[in-house]
């Protein structure tokens, strides 16, 4: 059977299909997936495929539908690697299967989601905290699970060579940023939970290009943070430059990163609102002091006039 979870980095794959054995780009493999192996579509279905914000963008085009059509159509609301941070998977059919799978195979091969193009190749970035300025080791490992023949098949490449062959290089460029936030939450762990308005936030920024684009322009965003004009010449025609933009909107929203800019008279204008409500905190306190004092005087007064 199908291993439940397809997840980006295959964090949460089976360990018992991982071969215990770190790869590089140059190492070789024997692998070949096409329509004469006995197995053929056996992987698609009974497991969860995670949609990032570009396989959306991508299959939402190809699909030509809007963003809210296809995430309704074809996905389930989910929580992204083990994290508080919403997103989705494919919506599979009431036998288990991808709604994209025929007896053919994939209908959507060209656009096919990230994880599927990973398969069965997966990669670890030990960089799960996403600090800045550490370096990251990056190595593969190969996920062998007992029914994909396609590991008997003679074909042989570097993994460099399969990468390529899949198109994955591509989705790395697309989807490093968002997958950077998402390892940078997952290392807070549960020690700090998003609030209900901040995970709307996050879900509609990282699902949907146009809402998020709305949000930008008509909203008081562009009073609070510093975009210049290329960026939202850039932003306003193009989605895929509107979906990165959206990531370092994220990044600097949820952990305070220097990718956007918060305009300095809002930051004034902040600092003053906190110093007023600390001064109406301490007018606050000194009144509730003084009646306390009051009632104290009060009370002794009693005590002493019932001697
Ligand atoms: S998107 Fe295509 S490759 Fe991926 S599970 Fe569905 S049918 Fe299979
Ligand atoms: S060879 Fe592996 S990847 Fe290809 S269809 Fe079979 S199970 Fe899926």
């Known amino acids: 059977m199908a291993d439940k979870n397809k997840t980006l980095f295959g964090f949460d794959t089976n360990p018992t299909s991982i071969i215990p054995k770190k790869y ?3 190492s070789k493999i024997h692998f070949r997936c096409h329509p004469g192996v006995s197995c053929f579509t056996a992987c698609c279905g009974h497991i969860d495929i995670i949609l990032t ?3 959306i963008l991508r299959l939402r085009k190809h699909v030509n539908l809007s963003a809210d059509e296809f995430l309704l159509r074809f996905t389930t609301p989910t929580y992204v690697e083990k994290t508080d941070l919403p997103g989705v998977k494919i919506h599979l059919d009431k036998d288990g299967r991808c709604p994209f799978v025929t007896d053919e195979g994939c209908t959507i091969y060209s656009e096919r989601p990230s994880a599927c193009r990973y398969y069965p190749i997966g990669m670890a970035n030990f960089h799960e905290g996403g600090q800045e300025g ?3 080791e990056k190595f593969f490992f190969i996920v062998k699970e007992d029914h994909c023949k396609g590991h008997e098949e003679e074909t042989e490449w570097t993994i460099k060579e399969w990468r390529a062959d899949q198109g994955v290089d591509l989705c790395d460029q697309m989807n490093k940023e968002w997958l950077e936030i998402v390892m940078r939450r997952r290392s807070f762990g549960q020690q700090a939970s998003m609030s209900e308005q901040a995970q709307k936030m996050f879900f509609m ?3 949907d290009t146009d809402k998020f684009r709305n949000f930008v ?4 965003f562009l009073d609070t943070y510093d975009v210049d004009q290329e960026t939202l010449d850039k932003i306003k025609e193009d989605d895929i430059e509107m979906m990165l933009f959206s990531f370092r909107y994220l990044a600097s929203a ?5 990718d956007l800019q918060i305009k300095e008279e809002k930051i004034k204008e902040r600092v003053s609102q906190i110093d007023d409500k600390k001064a109406s905190a301490e007018v606050k306190a000194e009144e509730t002091y003084k009646e306390l004092l009051d009632q104290r005087d009060m009370l002794a007064e009693s005590l002493k006039n019932n001697k």
């Open 53 to 55: 914000p570009f396989d």
């Open 24 to 26: 590089t780009l140059d």
């Open 134 to 136: 550490i370096q990251s």
């Open 205 to 207: 920024a990282s699902t």
């Open 254 to 258: 949820l952990f305070g990163t220097q």
């Open 217 to 220: 322009f008509n909203s008081s």
